[in-house]
């Protein structure tokens, strides 16, 4: 539990940092916009690299229960963790559920989190989606104060058309189907769908 407590720390502490806009100018001036890129992306991938060995760790030799979820909540965790694969994707991809999300990258770690929280009832799982949440949560609140300080150009306008959103449905569809078939009990070891 402690690799993946660390983890948690290094991961979630780097991304919070940056809600503290005036430490990050600060940085920036410091180590110039490379350098803190640099930094940033080093300490979030020790984190996450932490967060999985510890995780597995954890899973392995010293899991903890604390409540049973009913077997509903595993269904509905499935349809949540697509909404959050679709989210992923219009992050990237300028159009009417990027829009309406404003923040999909965030929205979709919130639902993911909280459909993990719905599906595990261990302490592990309760610090690691909990804490993610909570992270996203501040994050999404941090962002929404900044979008009210910062004068836009005006509203971003969707771009014509269903295309993009289309497109976010299509291919967060197919990343979705590859994790829950192949790439998490591959990665995670725990099989998503039953009989796997």
Known sequence: ??????????FIGTH???TARGNRRAL????GEGGY???????SLIGIILIVIGYGQYRANGYIPVWEPPVFTRHL?????????????????PG???????????????????????ANGDLGSILLFGSFLAWAVIARISTRYRDEVVVHGGPAAPPAGWRNDVLAIVLGTVAYLAFAFWLHPWLVGVPVLPGR
């Open 1 to 10: 539990m402690t690799l993946l407590l660390l983890g948690l720390v290094i």
């Open 16 to 18: 919070l940092s940056t």
């Open 28 to 31: 920036i001036a410091r180590l």
């Open 37 to 43: 890129r640099s930094l940033y992306s080093l300490l």
């Open 77 to 93: 965790a499935l349809l949540l963790v697509w909404f959050a694969f679709v989210a992923f994707a219009a992050a990237y991809l």
């Open 96 to 118: 009417r559920i990027k829009a309406r999300l404003k923040h999909p990258m965030l929205a979709g770690v919130k639902i993911w989190a909280f459909a993990h929280l719905l």
